[in-house]
Every structure is written in structure tokens, then in C-alpha cells.
């Protein structure tokens, strides 16, 4: 009785306490200097303040008890912050390393890709000119022990095995390798540096003239990623672009502007942005980009949210290319990383973006509900959305029209131009059990191993086709492979799924070579419908015209 009492008395007033002090020292650090903020907003505060300023003080010298004040606020800030929009959050200091990490363009490691599907770890890929290639690990090699702890067999979890081979850049570790192609087990001393992270994950030629290029995140360093892989592609012959941006859920907003620049003609707003104040800041295009005349396709899906829709919404609005996939998630915020002194942050909304037409794509939410937000996706798979774009609805309201005369909507996410549903026509029970069962991507390492000399060879996309094309009796072989684990061949069904089926082992095969996602992409794309349709858009433009004077109607 007495526990749950303390319980309702201490963390509200905890909560009310937090609300305040948190908020007035977060927009403190995010503008001008923190000592003016504090007296400017003191100057207007209010009685509800200072009685929960004397309640906590009351607290703090004369409940009966003492009390771990730290230990209590870091347990109410969480839920103080669930209270506000579904974007804002409180980042604990033990957290901000693995938030902000896959931002920040690099890490301190060893540079290799690994994975554990048979409670192995198994060098996946080296990252060239890093520290595990300069030590002499190769792609294939199994690890047995990290430092003398053994690895191989012990269900040790995948997060530990990071934590034991990331650290201080300069320090060593010990690794013992099992290599197929020698007997004895391999003793290297690797010493950690930075590793850099890439968010443009492959770039590369779909046709003699189509381009592609797959952005995964918009970290600090993905405009320049961008870019260089833009001049590569026009170095290859590049006239149209396959740009997608499917599941990647956002990141920087400085990158998408940056990136939509590189699209647009000169004086083309790109995105604008209000606060609770009414305050507008509006970017704008230079026309200096280096992509200003390449005919563009932009992929978006469900899981592409914030600076992918800024992008999106901005090449959409300025009738920049045509939009394909999905209608997008819908997260129209923008948040303000606050620091705070203990190495924890306040990542707090304090402000909308809006579109160059004005839409607003923030679907709707209730304050404090974040389970019912992040359930809203589920709702779109049971009101049949995903399958068909007659089952969306906007309303009139939410109705802008492009300077070209294209009618757009906001109110909740990017609506492509061309609608794609999902495809499950060739998904079989045979093929939910081998790829559920994780056995497909099984025999991918098992048939790495099988040909790690010659797919070590592979350094282009052409000599990685030709190898694969080689094998005429890869199904068959993983047809067997499947009925000794388990999964007995229902022909019916295989013949239905064939296509997918070897698609995704050529994909896993080609990921497991120098090439890496370049790989994977190259040869999933032969069974991804969006990029088919986004070919079919793109050769469909009128070559005789610049995209930008197709965009402006003439």
C-alpha cells in the first residue's frame, strides 16, 4: 500500500517537473545562447510553473525519504515524451551511440560483413583497403574465436559479436578463422579504425541508358554519396534514372534539400517549414545540379518516410519525374536534436514541412498515442490498400494541383503517380517455407563456399551474370538441398515461384561477392515489378524534349 501510493504521488509530480524543466532547457540549447533563452522564457512564465517548481523543491527537501532523482527522471522522461507527437523521444546517453550511428557515416571496427544464419559467423564481405583485408581475413572465413572467446556454436547473440568486434579506433583484436581451403585454424591480430557506413547502397546501369540508384538512409554524407554516383552513372551513358527510395525512412533534412537540388531547375521551392509561431523558412533550388536534364523515376513504398518524402514531394510538386510504388508513410515533423550535458538528448518537434504546393503529408495521429500511429500501417494492409489504389480515399480538402496540372494530395504520405500493388502472385507455400525457414539464403552461403575461388573473381556485374548463367542446375540443386532440411518439393508450386526463387539466390550469391549490394540489386531487379514499371515510365518520355520542358507544360 504504501509503495503503490508513493508510486502516484511522486511520478506525476516528477512528470510535471521534467515536462517543464526539460522543455525550457531543450529550447534554450536549441536557440541563441542557453542563458538568454532561460530569462526570456522565466519572464513569461506562468503560476502552474512555479507551483511545480515549490512542489519539486518541496520534494527535494522535505519528503521523508531520499531519493535517486536520477535514477526517477530517466524512467519518467520516456513516458513524458509519449505524451507529445509520435516523433519526438527521449535518447537515454547509453542509446545516442546506436541512434545517431547510422548518421554518422562511419564507425570505429573492422571492417567486414558478417551473418549468423547457421550459428556461425561467417565473413560475408571485407571492406576493401580496411583493417580485416589488411590483416589477411578474407570473404568466406568462419570466426571461432574474439579474443579467445568462443564463438562458433555457442549461440552467442548477433549484438554481442558486434559489441566484441567494434571498439576505440587503434585498439586490437584477436581473431581465430576457420578458412575451407586450409586444414588449420587462422590466428590474425586486426586493429580497429573508422569504417565508413554508405547509405547509397548500389549504384549501377539497368539498361544501355537507364541508371539506378538505391539510397537507404539520409546520413551526413549521403548528398556527396549521391552525387558521386550520379557522375559515374553519366560517365556510363546514364539518360534516365531509376532513383529509389523505398524503405528508407529518412534522416537529415539538409541532405534532401541538397539532393533535390541536384534534380531542379533554377528558383523551384523545394520544401518549407512552420513553427508553433507561424515562422516560414523556404529552401529553393540554385539550378546548378548535375542531373537537371536526366529524365527521372523516383520509387517510394510504406516504409519511405520524411526526407525521402521531402525529396519526393519535391520533384512531385515541381512535376520533376514521375512518382512510383506506394503511397509513403506520412511524417510531415521535423525534430530538433537537443543535447543535454549527461551525453542524453531531446529529440523534439518544432516544426511541419510542407510541400512546394503546401500540402502538409503528416497523416494524422492523437497526441500520446503512438501504438495506435504505428498500427495505421497495419490498417492500410486490412483495408486492402496495399493491393489496390481504390481503396484510398482523400478528401477534396487535401486537393493541390502542380504547376504542370497534376493533381496532388496531402494529409497523409506521397501518393505515387503510377500506383503499384504488391505482387504475391507467385508466392507458393513451397516458397514462404523455404525463405521463412531461412533455407534459401542458406544454401546461398553453403553455394558461396562451393565457389568462393571463382566468385572472389567477380568484380563486375557482366562476370558475376555469366557466372551464375553458367550453373544450369541451380534449382535443382537447391530443390534437393531444401528436401534435406526439411522443406519436400512440391513441383506445382515450384514451377509457380521459379522466378522468385532464383532471383533471391542469384541475389544473396552476387551480395556475397567484391560487388556486394550492387550484386543483390542487379539481379533482384529481374522480379521487382516497381523498377519494371519505372522502366516502362521512363521510356515512355518523349526524348526529343528536356525533362524540365516537359515539367513546365511546354
Known sequence: MYKNTRNKVIYPLLLAV??????????????????????RVISHLRPPYDKLNRTMSLIQN???????????TEQVLPLLVQQLDPHSMYIPAQAMQAVNEPLESEFDGIGVV???????????????????????????DRILRIDNRAVAGQRVPQDSIVKMLRGPRGSEVRLTLERLTINDTINLTVTRDAIPLKSVDAAFMLTDKVGFIRLSAFAKNSYAEVLRAIIFLRAEGMEKLVFDLRANTGGFLDQAILIANEFLPAERMIVYTEDRHGKRTAEYSDGNGAATDIALAVLIDEESASSSEILAGALQDNDRGVIVGRRSFGKGLVQQQIPFDDGSALRLTTARYF?????????????G???GYDREIFERYAHNEMFSADSIRFADSLRFITPGG???????????????PMDTTDITRYYIEVVGRNILYRYALE?????????????TIEQLRTLLDSDRGMLNDFVAYASRHGVRPVWSDIRRSRKLIEALIRAYVGRNTALEDVGYYSEIHAVDTVVAAAIEELNNIDNSLKPNQVEDGN
Open 18 to 39: 521534467a515536462v517543464v524543466v526539460g522543455l525550457i532547457v531543450g529550447q534554450s540549447m536549441g536557440r541563441s545562447t542557453a542563458e538568454s533563452q532561460f530569462r
Open 62 to 72: 522535505e519528503y521523508i525519504d531520499s531519493l535517486d532523482m536520477d535514477s526517477i
Open 114 to 140: 558478417f551473418n549468423m544464419a547457421t550459428d556461425t559467423v561467417i565473413v560475408l564481405n571485407v571492406v576493401p583497403s580496411g583493417p580485416s583485408q589488411k590483416a589477411g581475413v578474407q570473404n568466406g
Open 355 to 367: 510541400t512546394p504546393t503546401g500540402r502538409s503529408i503528416q497523416k494524422p495521429y492523437t497526441t
Open 369 to 371: 498515442d503512438t501504438e
Open 406 to 420: 497534376r493533381t496532388v494530395y496531402g494529409g497523409g504520405g506521397i501518393m505515387p503517380d503510377r500506383f503499384i
Open 447 to 459: 553455394y558461396g563456399d562451393r565457389h568462393r575461388a571463382a566468385l572472389n573473381e567477380v568484380q
